[in-house]
């Protein structure tokens, strides 16, 4: 396998602080890009529409303000996530807005990307497209995108079933554009591992939950902090989709954990989509054992880097035979 070049603007690390429902919003999409990262966010999280217009002006006016007061800081790019689901009626309104605010990486999820495909890349934009296996990635790729986001086993949330490695090394065989890989990664090391396999850039969601910047309940944070690799379950029972849980979020909401219910049917319209399930019952990846405390984005970035150039270090200095 022969690795193409990073196909990235200048980052202090190759980390995107994941698009996250109910959890990501413009204080964590700056406080991460600041920080040298790329931050994103799921358009759902603003409501009504007028509310997303706002949100996109903040970010584009805020990171143009910092680059002109410091032209040689390293400031990570933004990304919109949009539901691409066919139920989602409010699509053709936030890419409405996407146009207007022009937000450099778009990721699709939960549907195919065509939908944003012209719209993002008439203004230059970049579309990454969120995959869960193998066929999806093909599809999305013969539509053209310019990424993937191979979501693999381990991930916090709607999760994938494949392991992050392998996942990357099957996606090498077809794919030289940029590639992001999330599942269970939570810490500097780990990142330098999905890198070196073949990945551009680590989503990381889980990671930025418990900071001070992510829009997610107190409770919810806390709950991360406190929990292990022992309180994740995988179900499709909430949302109609396989997704990850906190198991004293799903006894919290009435759930048995040991006996979740058959999957509703699916359903994402940002019009209409009531967010109760995800305020009750909390989802989160397999790197949350890794996680100690609350703290500021910029802190978690700070040891992620030094994590990194650790690992990165270590590789060199690794000897074997005799």
């Known amino acids: 396998m022969t690795l193409p070049p990073m196909r ?43 509310v997303l217009d706002e949100w996109m002006k903040r970010i584009v006016d805020t990171l143009a303000a910092a680059r002109a007061a410091n032209p040689k800081a390293v400031i990570g790019p933004w990304a919109a996530n949009l539901i691409t689901h066919s139920s989602n009626s409010r699509l053709p309104e936030d890419l409405a807005i996407v146009s207007k605010y022009k937000p450099p990486y778009v990721i699709t999820a939960l549907g195919s990307p065509k939908p944003a495909m012209e719209v993002v890349h008439a203004y230059g934009g970049k579309v990454i ?22 979501v693999s086993a381990g991930a916090g949330g709607h999760t994938g079933f494949i392991s992050p490695l392998p996942f990357v090394s099957a996606i090498r065989e077809f794919f030289d554009g940029l590639v992001i890989v999330g599942g269970g990664v939570a810490d500097g090391w780990g990142v330098a591992g999905a890198i070196a396999a073949g990945a551009d850039l680590v989503y990381m969601g889980t990671r930025f939950i ?35 849980w906190l198991k004293p979020s799903l006894k919290a909401a009435g759930f048995d954990p040991d006996n979740m219910p058959d999957k509703p049917a699916r359903m994402y319209d940002s019009n209409a989509v009531k967010p109760k399930s995800w305020k009750e019952t ?19 970035v700070d040891r992620l880097e030094a994590e990194y150039r650790q690992a990165t270090a270590r590789f060199g200095g690794l000897k074997y035979g005799t």
């Open 210 to 244: 418990p900071t001070v910047e992510c829009m997610a309940e107190p409770a919810y944070k806390q709950m991360i902090v406190d929990c292990t690799l022992e309180d994740i379950i995988v179900s499709a029972g909430v949302t109609g989709t396989p997704a990850s």
């Open 8 to 50: 990235l603007p200048p980052m202090r690390l190759p980390v995107c602080a994941a698009p996250m429902f109910l959890c990501s919003g413009p204080d964590l999409v700056l406080a991460a890009c600041l920080s040298g990262i790329m931050g994103a966010f799921p358009t759902p999280n603003a409501r009504p529409i007028e």
């Open 129 to 150: 497209a969120d995959v869960i296996n193998l066929p999806l990635a093909r599809k999305a790729v013969a539509a053209g995108v310019d990424g993937l986001a191979c």
């Open 282 to 300: 909390f989802a989160a990846g397999q790197g949350l054992g890794s996680i100690k405390a609350v703290e500021p984005v910029a802190v978690v």
